[in-house]
């Protein structure tokens, strides 16, 4: 079993910028894909990113590519998501969640998730 644990949340103003991590204990991400995925009140959970932790590749939901960047530091391991150019819409609770089976956008594809940190964007 793999226990996930976000932070980095908060409240910040349009344009600015967080950075989530995502720790994992209990074992590694090793031959694992990590996502991250965000869900605002009465909508559904909806892809951000994802990241392989062995190859590094990576896969973004449209509405964030070029303003978040996905990355993982084996040393420590944790997957970190840097959040730029934020916007209000981006108001969510943001979950990690890991996968077995590559680096996938669905939900469903992903095992084990966070408890999730709550990111609020003030127009």
């Known amino acids: 079993q793999v226990q996930l644990v976000e932070s980095g949340g908060g409240l910040v103003q349009a344009g600015g910028s967080l950075r989530l991590s995502c720790a994992a204990s209990?074992?590694?991400?090793?031959?694992?894909?990590v996502g991250w995925f965000r869900q605002a009140p009465g909508k559904e959970r909806e892809f951000v990113a994802a990241?392989?932790?062995?190859?590094?590749?990576?896969l973004y939901a449209d509405s964030v590519k070029g303003r978040f960047s996905i990355a993982r530091d084996v040393a420590n391991n944790t997957v970190y998501l840097q959040m730029n150019s934020l916007a209000p819409e981006d108001t969510a609770v943001y979950y990690c969640?890991?996968?077995?089976?590559?680096?996938?956008?669905?939900?469903?594809?992903?095992?084990?998730w966070g408890q999730g940190t709550q990111v609020t964007v003030s127009s």
């Open positions: 209990g074992r590694t991400f090793n031959n694992y894909a």
């Open positions: 990241i392989s932790w062995t190859y590094g590749s990576t």
């Open positions: 969640a890991v996968s077995s089976r590559g680096v996938w956008p669905q939900p469903y594809q992903y095992a084990y």
